[in-house]
């Protein structure tokens, strides 16, 4: 053995592959019981026929709900954000709108809005949990505002993966209204991973 | 000297090797990471020009991790093979700092925004074109930026127009703080929709309702002669559409006290009552009284007049009880009525041979209503 030095045999390889991260989301039209269900656009929900909305009624939920699928190892998790075209359901025929509100449409004469009905995700240490803002954590009747600006609806803080979110839509028209059948509100939905 | 070689040998390399060490040193000390981003979106449908109805903006949100002068700039960089969608239109945009952002912010962290971008703020989209330039939005003017603040800022359409990549999915975009040599920079990934919007339609129906007319308020029934025949008069009742159905029901007033009927109220008092028995044939010599038909509004349709009340039989007249407690159902129809319909009410009445002369009256209430 001569020098100042030894050497042994080299370790164990250890190899990471970095990424720009990733992150999905998808909107899904279905029943109550659609937990799983995939659809395609355009995504469309009807109060018509046995939804139908009567003026001065009692609110109807709609028979299907807005569902959300949910991923991204964004280490600050993301939010979910919602704005309607109108900030209300719209008539062109009467002028009139079903203005959305942060209400219990039990009590409110008028109203129509969102309320969360469905949160599940992978559950593992290094993932965080979905929350709905409080506003469509509501029973009932009781939903959270689809305004011309920007609401956030869920949110996570941490990585989610396989998220999925279900949106109960609610609706109800005063005795002011007048019969059409042309009320309609474009939701939009925006997903931020925060990174 | 001889021994002062091996010393040299060892020195001078070693020398250089830390003052090559110290510059990477140095200057890697200035190309950091961005702490937190993020980066709202106001649409995320893939393929948005940024025409009427397609219109894009967006809240950006930079934590540094370095703190960085005045007078520098931030730039968005989308992918090389995305040219042109990112930027529409090359030219200025409109720079809007912003002090919050709840819809997005992650309240008490990172990427909760804490300050208003400083500066002089100007911005400005420019397209790649090929392989090796991107879309690039430049944000110019920014004042001195401190490491672990979250700072906002809006980006929004001026002569330059914002839009989105042709194709859904992922897109990474790489967002850097610079100014000098000093450069935070991330790059993450959003991702775009085929279709961002739910359409909630709705038809919205009349409260249900119906409408219900009677043609005259008075009939007069004509001189009654004692013990002689029976007289009539008439008018009719009409009963708008209804989506489940409708009912008429009628009561009397008669005496006040003892039955319906035509009521002599002055000296001497005398009721020309409607009688205990569900009809009265009108036409049998030995019978008086008050009674009333209605005939039927539609002869193939579903309205029924109660049994007591037809008017197939002529001189048979159903009799009626006093007050709302002695209402009689006299017309209805269970289902959908498209279109109004009357019905002729005709009441008949016969007075006996004791009936005193005068004027004798009865006030007959109708009470119609819907089926819901």
Redesign the interface.
């Known amino acids: 053995m001569h020098g100042d030095f030894t050497q042994t045999e080299p370790g164990p390889i250890v190899s990471v592959t970095t990424s720009a991260g990733s992150v999905f989301f998808d909107i899904d039209i279905a029943g109550p019981s659609g937990t799983t269900a995939e659809s395609a656009s355009p995504y469309s929900i009807s109060f018509t026929g046995a939804y139908q909305l009567i003026s001065g009624a009692p609110a109807v939920t709609a028979g299907d709900r807005i569902w959300l699928d949910a991923s991204t190892n964004s280490e600050g998790g993301f939010a979910i954000v919602v704005r309607g075209l109108n900030g209300g359901l719209y008539s062109n025929t009467t002028g009139q709108t079903i203005v959305s509100s942060t209400a219990d449409l039990d009590t409110a004469s008028d109203g129509f809005g969102i309320q969360n009905a469905y949160i599940s995700q992978d559950t593992y240490s290094y993932l965080g949990t979905i929350s709905a803002m409080t506003d469509y954590t509501g029973t009932a009747n009781s939903v959270g505002i689809v305004g011309t600006t920007a609401t956030k609806v869920y949110e996570s803080d941490s990585p989610v993966f396989n998220g999925r979110m279900g949106l109960n839509v609610i609706a109800k028209p005063g005795m002011n209204k007048t019969a059409a059948s042309d009320y309609q509100e474009s939701i939009y939905f925006v997903f931020i991973p925060r990174f | 000297m001889k021994s002062l070689v091996p010393t040299l040998k060892i020195v001078i390399p070693t020398f250089f090797l830390v003052l090559f060490g110290s510059f990477l040193l140095i200057y890697s000390a200035h190309a950091g990471t961005l702490t937190?981003?993020?980066?709202?979106?106001?649409?995320?449908k893939a393929g948005l020009t940024g025409a009427a109805g397609q219109t894009v903006e967006m809240i950006l949100a930079i934590n540094p991790s370095s703190n960085i002068s005045t007078g520098g700039t931030i730039v968005l960089e989308f992918p090389d093979a995305e040219d042109a969608t990112w930027c529409r239109t090359e030219g200025s945009l409109t720079i809007t700092a912003t002090a919050t952002d709840?819809?997005?912010?992650?309240s008490g962290?990172?990427?909760q925004i804490d300050s208003a971008l400083p500066g002089t703020l100007t911005g400005a989209c420019t397209q790649g074109s090929g392989v090796g330039t991107v879309d690039k939005f430049t944000i110019s003017g920014v004042g001195a930026l401190t490491a672990g603040t979250t700072y906002g800022v809006k980006i929004g359409n001026n002569l330059g127009v914002i839009g989105t990549a042709a194709a859904a999915g992922?897109h990474?975009i790489t967002v850097t703080a610079s100014q000098g040599t000093t450069s935070d920079s991330?790059?993450?990934?959003?991702?775009l929709?085929?279709?961002?919007?739910?359409?909630?339609?709705?038809?919205?129906?009349?409260?249900?309702t119906v409408d219900c007319t009677i043609s005259a308020n008075t009939v007069n029934l004509g001189t009654l002669f004692p013990g002689g025949t029976y007289a009539t008069g008439s008018h009719t009742i009409t009963t708008s559409t209804t989506s489940s159905g409708y009912y008429w029901a009628v009561y009397g007033t008669g005496d006040g006290s003892t039955d319906a009927g035509l009521w002599k109220s002055t000296a001497t008092t005398h009721l020309i009552q409607s009688g205990t028995t569900a009809t009265l044939d009108l036409t049998n010599a030995s019978i008086t009284g008050f009674g009333m038909t209605l005939s039927d509004p539609d002869t193939a349709g579903s309205a029924v007049v109660t049994t007591n009340f037809v008017d197939t039989t002529a001189g048979t007249f159903g009799t009626i009880d006093r007050l709302f407690a002695g209402a009689k159902m006299v017309l209805y129809q269970n289902g959908n009525q498209l279109s109004g319909e009357s019905s002729t009410v005709t009441y008949g009445a016969k007075a006996s041979a004791a009936a005193p002369a005068g004027t004798y009256q009865e006030t007959v209430y109708f009470v119609c209503g819907g089926y819901y």
């Open positions: 937190n981003v993020y980066i709202h979106m106001s649409r995320i709840p819809a997005a912010d992650l962290t990172g990427w992922e990474a991330k790059s993450f990934k959003i991702d929709l085929t279709d961002d919007a739910v359409v909630i339609t709705a038809t919205v129906s009349d409260m249900a």
